[in-house]
Structure formats: C-alpha cells, structure tokens
C-alpha cells in the first residue's frame, strides 16, 4: 500500500466556547478556511486538537462534524494512538465511514524500547485496514523511533508513511535515503518543511496551516514543484509567526491568529494556558501584515 497523504495536512485545532464546550460552528468554519485555501487534506484529534482533553465521546462528534463538513473533499485523517496497545487496537475497530487513514503517535511516557514500539504498531496494524501514518516525536513522547525501527516498520502492508517531528535533520535525511519507494515521509515541524522537502519529503503535517492555509499550501506546494525561489520567499516570510506560535506552547499561539481572522475563539481547556499578552500583541500585528499580503497574492 502507497502513500496517498502528501502536500499540506493541517492538524486541527479544536474550538472552544467560553464554557469550555467544544464549538462546532466555529469547527465548521474551519474545515471550510481549509478546503478554500488550498489544504490537501485534514489530520483531527492530533496534539494539536487537544485530543488529551476531549472524551471520547467528544472526539467522535469532532470527527463526525468534519467529516460532514468536509463532504468528501479532502482526505481526512484520524488521530489515534495511546500506550495501551490492545485498547488503541479496539477503538481502530471503531472507525466510521468517511475517514481516509489514521495518525498513531509513538507510545509515551511508559517508554518502549525499539522492538516494542515495533509490536506496538504491528499489533495496532492489524486492528484496521486503514493506511496508518507513523508519528515520532520525541519530546512528547520520551522515546525516539530509530530510522531502523521505521524502516522495520515500512514492510507491514498498511503502514505507509512517517510524521517525524524528532528535529533531527540528520536522521530525517538518512531515512528519506533508505525508505522504501512508495513509503512517504511528512514533516512534523512547520519551521523545516520547505528544506525537509528539498531533501526529499513529500509534504507537511501543519499547525501553522491552521490559521494561514493559503500562505502555507503555496510554500508547500511550490517546494514539491522545485520551484525554489517561491518556496523560500514564503518559507521565510512565514517563519516569523511560525516561531511566535510554538514560543509559549501549542495551539495557544495559532488560536490567536484564528481569533485575529474571526474564525473562533482563542480558548484552550486546561491544563493549557493563555498566551501572555506580549505575545498575543505580537501574533495579532503579524497576522495583520500576513492577510494584507495574501489578499495581494489570492485575491
């Protein structure tokens, strides 16, 4: 089985009402900021989603709602991962119509060795028959996949792809060298996209794409058509605002911009906290300085 996710994810936010009820106007309208602006196709319930704070009754109306809304024209993928094997194993038995593949974070904080994250994930292959999309991220996690144990992994037939947020470009690199053909490779930090794909990825799992899909698809876009020059004037154009959004946590930061452009609310559950009021400033004037150069580029 190929890898059919390429180009722009974006890992949704998940919008909150002042009491704390998840609010699924505003979700709507997201979905619909992202079938506009050029997204490739939707990742729910990711970290980004603040899957760890929602039920899991919660979680399937978030799906539900997205995948109405989206009405078949993105592929969605599923959050979906755990450090219980069997218990992540039964809710993929679970899956609704409507959903393309699955994202399963690297087990976390009971922290396996290689060969068990290995079983973990060929345990959990054989629960679906869902195309699975790998995620190594390290510093949530407290493990790292090596580059044997994803390539390890690459041979089981529905695992077709890798998220890697490790930060290490280096063994990002040695595992774009050895993957197998057909086996993609999706970055997981906003900041490296545009090299990552020079070097051979074949697109992004975006946080930043949240709030700037138009912005972000043409930076992507253009990296995967080698069309240098564009890819890095965007590249450096949105890196600014990129590190505003990770400097005090994730999605505080994008969830500013998208109360900027009036999409929602700029609410998180807890233990999630607000951006301080510095850094809210300054994501709002740079929001600002990025819609009036978009409106130039889309309009």
Do not use: W
Request: glycine residues 8%; proline residues 5%.
């Amino acid at each position: 089985m190929n890898n059919i996710f390429t180009g722009v994810g974006v890992a949704l936010v998940t919008p909150f009402n002042a009491d704390d009820s998840i609010d699924f106007v505003s979700l709507r309208k997201l979905v619909r900021l992202q079938i506009e602006g050029g997204t490739d196709f939707l990742v729910v319930q990711g970290t980004t989603g603040e899957s760890p704070t929602l039920s899991q009754e919660e979680k399937k109306e978030v799906l539900q709602t997205v995948i109405d809304e989206n009405k078949g024209k993105l592929k969605i993928v599923y959050g979906l991962g755990g450090n219980n094997t069997k218990q992540v194993g039964e809710l993929l038995k679970q899956i609704p119509a409507g959903v393309d593949g699955i994202l399963s974070v690297s087990p976390y904080y009971n922290k396996p060795i290689q060969k068990g994250i290995i079983e973990h994930y060929k345990y959990i292959a054989s629960c679906t028959e869902l195309p699975i999309i790998l995620y190594n991220v390290p510093g949530r996690t407290g493990s790292n996949m090596s580059v044997e144990t994803t390539l390890e992994l690459s041979k089981v037939k529905n695992i077709v792809a890798m998220k890697e947020a490790s930060g290490s470009m280096e063994q990002i690199m040695e595992l774009i060298r050895q993957k197998p053909q057909g086996f993609g490779i999706l970055s997981g930090d906003d900041a490296i996209t545009m090299p990552l794909i020079a070097a051979g990825a074949d697109g992004v799992i975006s946080v930043v794409a949240n709030a700037f899909p138009e912005r972000f698809s043409k930076m992507v876009h253009a990296s995967l058509e080698e069309n240098l020059p564009v890819a890095r004037e965007e590249h450096y154009d949105l890196l600014p605002i990129t590190k505003m959004f990770f400097e005090e946590g994730n999605p505080g930061g994008v969830k500013v911009a998208l109360e900027k452009r009036k999409v929602m609310r700029a609410k998180m559950r807890l233990p999630l906290y607000p951006v301080s009021d510095d850094l809210q400033q300054r994501i709002e004037r740079e929001t600002d300085r990025l819609m009036i150069t978009s409106k130039q580029a889309f309009c």
